[in-house]
Nanobody
Framework: QVQLAESGGGLVQAGGSLRLSCAAS????????TAWFRQAPGKEREFVAA????????DYADSVKDRFTISRDNAKNTVYLQMNNLKPDDTAVYYC????????????????WGQGTQVTVSS
């Protein structure tokens, strides 16, 4: 099992950048697939990006694939989301998630979730 804690959210102007971190504690972090999701007020939680155990396979939502970069450092038990050229539509609570089985673009494979960190992009 793992415990996840996000950090790095905040207020930023359109076109700016933020780097989110997801710190994991627990056993065998490197065995978990990890992902980022986000949820805006009144909307469903949506997929942002995922990365497999080794970091060799990565998947992005179409809305972010040219602007966001997901990475992981298993030695530091940390997953990152570098967000560049932010837009007001990126405003949401961002959640880190981990799967003990398979990765995907839906919430169901993910067994563990962080508390979320707020990202607000102003125009």
């Amino acid at each position: 099992q793992v415990q996840l804690a996000e950090s790095g959210g905040g207020l930023v102007q359109a076109g700016g950048s933020l780097r989110l971190s997801c710190a994991a504690s627990g056993r065998s972090f490197s065995r978990y697939v990890t992902a980022w999701f986000r949820q805006a007020p009144g909307k469903e939680r949506e997929f942002v990006a995922a990365i497999n155990r080794s970091g060799r396979s990565i998947d992005y939502a179409d809305s972010v694939k040219d602007r966001f970069t997901i990475s992981r450092d298993n030695a530091k038990n940390t997953v990152y989301l570098q967000m560049n050229n932010l837009k007001p539509d990126d405003t949401a609570v961002y959640y880190c998630a981990a799967s003990s089985t398979v990765w995907g673009r839906t919430k169901s494979p993910y067994d563990y979730w962080g508390q979320g960190t707020q990202v607000t992009v102003s125009s």
